[in-house]
């Protein structure tokens, strides 16, 4: 406690007094920030975006080559769509079924032996068997064309949100190795900038009437200053004892792009929602 009450006077110190008409520091920056790695190795095929483009969730951003994996597919398709294996072995299996039909009578008349009856019978169950086999085949193939198609999904880099690209890390025929990859290492950066978003450290005893959806004017530093109006989207229920301040976070409009991510803000502490 006493070490709170000293932490609180040392800011007082530093900032003055805190009336209803003061300031916190703060930026904006975008709502949301992607940084869009690729999970597969490989080569960059095609770049279908450039820096400024506006994306939307599905937008494909570039492309690893796949050649060998679309000739695979090939492969597993022709396979998974083949039926002359199938055919091949039910005929066989309807023959010594037939024959074992025929055996089975002519043991009842006793004009055959129980013995080439469990003959036929062995040969019947041999052709059930190999039927069966070429059945799992199949549908190991057609197993095998979904694995393939994931894979080909994997080599497609698509933007998950509505947003703006504003980097690319990457060219045409330069490689992908996800070996040697590291978190900073990404191909595509999106960014969110319809809506803003800013947080700040407000005062303890003003942050304690603040709740998700509350409005505060801030003053947005970025040229000729302009105040705007931000949604209060998450109050830290944590105060911070070396400072006495709890973490903010608003939300700000930006569906017609004139504030700047980057921008310095001034998060007036007025009274919410006047």
């Known amino acids: 406690m006493l070490y709170r009450l000293l932490a609180i006077f040392c800011l007082t110190l530093?900032?003055?007094?805190?009336?209803?008409?003061?300031?916190?520091?703060?930026?904006?920056?975008?709502?949301?920030?992607?940084?869009?790695?690729?999970?597969?190795?490989?080569?960059?095929?095609?770049?279908?975006?450039?820096?400024?483009?506006?994306?939307?969730?599905?937008?494909?951003?570039?492309?690893?080559?796949n050649e060998i994996a679309e000739s695979r597919l090939a492969i597993a398709r022709i396979n998974a769509e083949g039926v002359g294996k199938l055919m091949a072995t039910q005929a066989e299996v309807d023959l010594q079924q037939q024959r074992y039909d025929q055996l089975g009578r002519l043991v009842t008349s006793g004009t055959s032996n129980s013995a080439e009856l469990a003959r036929q019978k062995a040969l019947l169950v041999q052709a059930q068997g190999n039927h069966i086999i070429a059945e799992e085949e199949q549908k190991s193939f057609k197993l095998e064309v979904k694995q393939i198609e994931a894979e080909l999904k994997r080599r497609i880099l698509t933007s998950p949100i509505d947003g703006i690209v504003v980097d690319i890390s990457k060219d045409v025929a330069e490689p992908v190795s996800l070996a040697s990859s590291r978190p900073e290492d990404y191909l595509v950066r999106v960014v969110e900038i319809d809506r803003l978003k800013c947080i700040g450290h407000v005062p303890a005893m003003f942050a304690r009437g603040l709740k998700k959806g509350d409005s505060l004017s801030l003053r947005v530093e970025d040229g000729e200053p302009v105040v705007v109006r931000g949604t209060v989207e998450f109050v830290s229920p944590v105060i911070d004892p070396a400072t006495a301040t709890v973490r903010v976070q608003l939300v700000v409009d930006n569906a017609a792009f004139k504030l700047r991510s980057g921008a310095t803000v001034q998060i007036l502490l007025t009274k919410p929602g006047s």
């Open 14 to 65: 530093v900032l003055g007094p805190l009336h209803a008409d003061d300031e916190v520091l703060s930026y904006l920056e975008p709502y949301r920030s992607i940084e869009i790695s690729a999970i597969d190795t490989g080569v960059i095929s095609e770049i279908r975006v450039k820096e400024g483009d506006q994306v939307a969730p599905g937008d494909v951003l570039l492309l690893l080559d």
